[in-house]
């Protein structure tokens, strides 16, 4: 997978996801939907809706704004890109083990694929850095 896909599959998830969540908050989709099927009230629902919807507002702007120089490799970039790997593997052994099928089913694939993305600007980078040694 290129560096491209991999930004073009991180935005598109991110975008989905943050239209998912606004759809959450509204109360369009039911909350039973997200966080395990654990949350038990609307102010859980909105304190961890406000939360993910921040955090996926992080990412994307992490992922729009990241450039490769060549020649150069970012160490904060590196130890970032790794750590999203990791975090969105853990998501997906999380959305296996959800109480819906939703997550399961819907979420599970997305956050693996997330993970994979993620990996290759993890890669990408790696290969840069070496290459100024």
């Known amino acids: 997978m290129t560096l491209k896909t991999a930004k073009s599959i991180l935005v598109s998830i991110?975008?989905?996801a943050l239209v998912?969540?606004?759809?959450?908050v509204t109360r369009f989709v039911d909350f039973v939907n997200v966080w395990g099927g654990q949350l038990q009230t609307v102010e859980q629902m909105y304190t961890f809706e406000a939360i993910s919807i921040a955090v996926q507002m992080l990412l994307l702007w992490f992922i729009l704004s990241f450039k490769i120089e060549k020649g150069v490799g970012n160490r904060f970039y590196i130890y970032l890109f790794f750590s999203l790997a990791l975090l969105m593997?853990?998501?997906t052994v999380g959305n296996v083990?959800?109480?819906?099928d939703f997550e399961r089913f819907m979420f599970a694939p997305?956050?693996?694929l997330a993970s994979y993305c993620y990996l290759v600007y993890y890669s990408a980078l790696r290969m840069t850095r070496n290459?100024?040694?």
Do not use: E, R, S
């Open 89 to 91: 593997l853990l998501n």
């Open 14 to 16: 991110n975008v989905i």
């Open 131 to 133: 290459q100024t040694k």
């Open 97 to 100: 083990f959800a109480k819906t």
């Open 110 to 112: 997305l956050t693996l």
């Open 20 to 24: 998912y969540h606004a759809l959450i």
